[in-house]
């Protein structure tokens, strides 16, 4: 059974960091294309941050130069590190494995294999 299990979501203040952290089981991580997604209530879903298999990275305009997506040393775990968090980047976090769409008004309508159960980052002004 495949699981993805996030964790490290949590409250800062604007301009702090946090770095989210998703654990895969089931299948091998570094074979598959994983990424970050986030929703917001009352906006679209939106793919923040991929790297492919390939290691080629993708990041959502708003977030180039403060967001960096990396794989683990640690087997099947990949990391999302954010730093100078704003407050529109308050949202849902969702780790995802086989990338679909890069929006859609929900998560689960973009196409994706997998998902996590999302973490909550809540970024204060």
């Known amino acids: 059974e495949v699981q993805l299990v996030e964790s490290g979501g949590g409250s800062v203040q604007a301009g702090g960091s946090l770095r989210v952290s998703c654990t895969a089981s089931g299948f091998t991580l570094d074979d598959s294309d994983m990424g970050w997604y986030r929703q917001a209530p009352g906006t679209e879903c939106e793919l923040v941050s991929s790297?492919?298999?390939?290691?080629?990275?993708y990041y959502t305009d708003s977030v180039k130069g403060r967001f960096t997506i990396s794989r683990g040393n640690a087997k099947n775990t990949i990391y999302l590190q954010m730093n100078s968090l704003k407050p529109e980047d308050t949202a849902v976090y969702y780790c995802?494995?086989?990338?679909?769409?890069?929006?859609?008004?929900?998560?689960?309508?973009?196409?994706?294999?997998?998902w996590g159960q999302g973490t909550q980052v809540t970024v204060s002004s």
């Open positions: 790297i492919s298999s390939g290691g080629i990275t």
């Open positions: 995802a494995a086989d990338i679909g769409d890069t929006s859609a008004n929900d998560c689960y309508n973009t196409g994706t294999g997998y």
